[in-house]
């Protein structure tokens, strides 16, 4: 678990050192199997933590709390994803801009450098005393989402009432897509579902006159997701 708090950068030069070693190597013919590492053990191999920002209307709402994330990180030891499994939206897009730059010390197998998987939680703690807590809101979350106005898709596609799968998506300030979790449907399509609503624009989430990050619920036709998945599959020799 990671409690933010002021973080110290650091390991820039053995991070750079590794990635190159580990990126030096020759082609290998098949890709690696990712490996699960626990946190405890990501962690020993953590080199470069850098600190999430605490959004300003998080702050100014009084949100705060865990972000329980899922990082894929590649055999040079750079984070290639990162999934959010539970927390706030506006926390959580705060986290996912820092952890996508954290830099781990390549994990190594009896087959070299080898991606692997892991969970992290980041806290955020806005730091008040107890004493002040007495006047802290009872529910801010639910104080806040009266207040926010939510996101809107603009691209959804034609036709699509039939059969779909249902994602949770997490949209960014900037109205595109940051992440998303499947919540129904067949998972063997999730990932092109996933490819798909990256390409779509929304209208993002609004709190008085500033954007914010904000969960939306949307459903993405299984033709259309059958479709990217052709569209991007490998093709035979």
Known sequence: MTRFGPQTRRGWL???ILACAATASPQSAAPLPTEVLSARQSSRLLLNQVKPDYPAVAHANY????VQMELTVGPDG???????????SILAA?????IRHWIYRPFVTDRGPTPFRTQVKVVFDLKIHSVDREHFPSSPELDLERQVIPPEALDRPAGSEGPALRLRVLVGEDGRAIDSSLLSGPAA???SAQARVAQWRFRPARWGNLTVPWYLDIDVPLAD???TAASTAPRKP
């Open 189 to 191: 399509l999730f990932e």
């Open 94 to 98: 705060s986290a996912i801009q820092a």
């Open 225 to 227: 997701a059958e479709s």
């Open 63 to 66: 949100i705060e709390g865990p």
């Open 78 to 88: 750079r984070v290639r994803k990162a999934h959010v499994l539970h927390g706030n």
């Open 14 to 16: 053995a991070a750079a």
